[in-house]
């Protein structure tokens, strides 16, 4: 039994499906004279990129028992030796230089020499060695050609899939009528896999150590998703209560739904707006059936993954206006494109280079503005599915007042354009909104109220960014508080700035699917929630048991506190008291 981050709930029960790193088509050609140095420095960011994952391994090993966690250990640190001037290192950059091979090419060449060297040796360790210097070299190799895993449609139905570590794209590709739930080595539990786990309604476990030691396909393996406990091989006892634990939570599930038609109402009388968070349009037909009065985030980013090519505005539109009309008259927020980082989009890659820091780098309406065919394409498709029905547009991760003015002088200049060719449009041009997901962004409220229509609080980043905390980090996913004093202050600062302004605004960061801190938002005066489909029923029931002057007074109790385990224990003990 290991024990990892249980990210999305749901037991997941089946044979065990590993995504083995694999070998993959490498690539050959030969550079032009001038891009040579930039292949060498290609080469080095890969490398790179390969050390910080293999010191992330180490850091996880240490957490395996007894004489597991030396035995990775030493074959770790013999991996990272590899990758600091070693043979390997060198001869890939002599073939660049030399040769004027592309970097995947001269990796796969310099392996194929040192194991023909290795294969005449007549030490049988180190000839056995060179599966080390193979394993090294797939990794280079992966990372240079930063390519998602594409065999999720082959893997048998009901299975369970283990790997080292997987994307938000390649989650994205898992089909929940075949994939049972899924665990990782690595990851955390804020990070956009796991956000993508809880939208498909998967049950998963991320940053669970030791999870591919020993166990192979076809290997019974259960997925606790709700306490992070990941079985390998279970006894049939395990097994028989498990299977009585999975039973129980999938009717209390559907109980639960029978809440979808009944108003989001407190007792005291306050309705509440609670819309669904889409990150795949086949999360629709779920969101609907949960009751969702609306789409309060569809994340665009679903049109760019796991392709070379960039949608086109017919493309886009057609999309966008499926689920619009799939709405039938509810309302759609859509958000322009946020990728960047781990959310990286394959035919975007030649605008990101390789940044120091992705998270703070070109990203979201950073890189709309600096790339305004790629923003004016996504703002035509969505003026033309709003004649469709009602939509509005969200801009990620605004700073300035002048973003948003730029934004919205595109917007109504893509509508003219439109106008001019003839295409219908709606006969008022969308509500532009802000999404406020940075420190600096909820300071400056009042004034980011005046150019923007409505305000949408991303507490993910806005966690992230408030205390330094990589939410995809594993090693320092524990520090990440929603109740931290100076993440209640910003989400209050901005609420209030938006009720001044009389403007709508709302939560839709996974704060607002946890039922834990309904009493909390209210309290501090949002009234409409976004959040993945399979939460919508548990914050709806939370909502209906509400009173919502009592959650008003223990939200102001909160707001004077300076200590998060102080403000944790106020919080519990109200929900507690309500049953």
């Not at 940053?207 to 998703?225: E, F, K, R, T, W």
Request: overall charge neutral; aromatic content about 4%; hydrophobic content about 45%.
């Amino acid at each position: 039994m290991l024990r990892g981050l249980g990210v999305s709930p749901g037991i997941a029960i089946g044979p065990a499906h590993v995504v083995e790193a694999g070998a993959v088509q490498v690539p050959e050609y030969v550079l032009m004279p001038d891009a040579v140095e930039a292949e060498v420095e290609r080469f080095s960011a890969a490398t790179e990129k390969a050390r910080r994952q293999l010191r992330k391994l180490q850091g996880k090993a240490s957490l395996l028992p007894g004489a597991a966690a030396e035995d990775v250990a030493i074959l770790l640190e013999a991996h990272l030796a590899m990758l600091s001037g070693s043979r390997l290192i060198r001869g890939v950059e002599r073939r660049i230089r030399a040769e004027r091979q592309n970097a995947e090419a001269a990796v796969q060449a310099e392996i194929n020499a040192i194991a023909q060297s290795f294969a005449g040796m007549d030490d049988a360790y180190l000839s056995a060695r060179i599966a080390d210097v193979r394993e090294v070299g797939r990794r280079l190799v992966r990372n240079l050609m930063e390519s998602p895993f594409q065999a999720f449609s082959m893997v048998p139905a009901g299975s369970v899939i283990l790997a080292e570590e997987l994307t938000p794209a390649d989650t994205a590709l898992m089909d929940p009528r075949r994939i049972a739930g899924f665990a990782t080595l690595l990851g955390g539990a804020e990070g956009h896999t796991a956000i993508m786990a809880r939208s498909l309604g998967l049950p998963a476990v991320l940053g669970a150590p030791g999870l591919l030691q020993g166990i192979q396909n076809g290997d019974m393996v259960v997925v606790d998703g709700l306490s992070g406990r990941v079985h390998l091989n279970p006894q049939t006892s395990v097994l028989d209560e498990y299977r009585r634990r999975s039973a129980s939570w999938r009717a209390e599930r559907e109980q639960l739904k029978t809440l979808s038609r009944l108003p989001a109402i407190t007792r005291d009388g306050t309705e509440v707006t609670l819309h669904a968070n889409l990150e795949l349009p086949r999360e629709l037909d779920t969101a609907l059936e949960l009751g969702a009065a609306g789409i309060g985030l569809l994340r665009t980013e679903f049109q760019f993954m796991n392709r070379d090519d960039l949608p086109d505005e017919d493309e886009q539109y057609e999309t966008l206006r499926g689920i619009v009309e799939r709405m039938d008259g509810r309302p759609v927020t859509a958000r322009t494109l946020d990728v960047g980082g781990e959310k990286l989009a394959t035919a975007l890659r030649q605008h990101f280079g390789d940044p120091a820091n992705p998270a703070l780098g070109l990203r979201a309406i950073r890189l709309g503005l600096k790339e305004p065919r790629l923003l004016e394409t996504q703002l035509a498709a969505m003026l033309r599915a709003a004649a469709h029905g009602p939509l509005r547009i969200l801009v990620p991760m605004v700073v300035t007042m002048a973003e948003m003015r730029a934004v919205r002088t595109m917007l109504h200049a893509v509508a003219r354009r439109l106008h001019r060719r003839g295409v219908k449009l709606p006969p008022v041009l969308p509500r532009l909104g802000a999404m406020i997901e940075i420190p600096g962004a909820a300071l400056s409220a009042d004034s980011l109220s005046t150019v923007s229509d409505f305000f949408a609080i991303g507490t993910n980043d806005l966690i992230q960014y408030t205390l330094a905390i990589d939410r995809g980090d594993e090693q320092v996913a524990h520090m990440y508080d929603p109740l931290h004093p100076a993440v209640l202050r910003l989400v209050q600062f901005t609420v209030e700035a938006a009720l001044r302004s009389r403007i709508p605004v709302s939560v839709c960061g996974e704060m607002a699917g946890d039922p834990r801190y309904t009493p909390l938002l209210l309290g501090l005066g949002v009234r409409e929630l976004s959040m993945a489909p399979a939460n919508l029923p548990l914050v709806k029931r939370r909502t209906r048991c509400l009173d919502l002057i009592e959650a008003t007074r223990r939200a102001d109790s909160i707001m004077i506190q300076s200590d998060s385990g102080r403000i944790a224990t106020l919080l519990d003990d109200f929900n507690d008291a309500a049953g």
